[in-house]
């Protein structure tokens, strides 16, 4: 995971649930709950608000079929169930068959399908009636809010704060 991303995914709220042995992380899985990034920023992922998105999961090779996703999956559906979500959704590609199958295991099932097409240099998307039921689908990424600088002074030192976005303090 690349800082910029970690530091985009912190800042949209998203929680990642994590298996460590001391400190190597072993496997971890992502959830969110809002519109997120995917595939370079170009597209973002929306989904209907009673939902939970599960993505971006992995596990070392070395510790696969130990069941160790399924750990970091029930303390982050734990933790969000005492949060009021008690439903999810994702999106796992056609020929993941590992993803698939784990899936499969922990009860979960297609409720539809969405997809996109990079061709001639624009993005086709694309998503079934059973998708589109539940909000998700892929959409054109909104640009990031603008950045503002401002100075500010305080007990005669000049900051230059760049934490002002949209005109709000955050």
């Not at 072993?26 to 209907?48: C, I, K, M, Q």
């Not at 008690?86 to 899936?103: A, K, R």
Request: hydrophobic content about 35%; glycine content about 12%; proline content about 5%.
């Amino acid at each position: 995971m690349k800082d910029e991303w970690l530091k985009g995914a912190i800042r949209r709220g998203e929680l990642c649930a994590a298996v460590f042995e001391g400190e190597e992380m072993l496997s971890y899985t992502w959830r969110a709950f809002g519109p997120t990034p995917h595939e370079n920023d170009l597209l973002e992922v929306h989904f209907d608000s009673r939902y939970v998105y599960g993505f971006y999961s992995y596990t070392r090779p070395d510790c696969r079929r130990q069941g160790l996703q399924h750990a970091a999956d029930f303390v982050s559906d734990s933790y969000l169930y005492d949060m009021g979500y008690t439903e999810g959704i994702g999106w796992i590609e056609t020929h993941n068959y590992p993803s698939l199958i784990s899936q499969q295991k922990r009860g979960a099932f297609c409720v539809g399908y969405a997809g996109y097409l990079y061709l001639l240099g624009r993005v086709y998307t694309f998503r079934s009636p059973g998708a589109k039921k539940h909000g998700f689908g892929f959409f054109p990424a909104q640009p990031a809010p603008r950045k503002e600088r401002r100075v500010v002074e305080s007990g005669g030192l000049v900051f230059e704060d760049e934490n002002v976005t949209a005109g709000v303090e955050n």
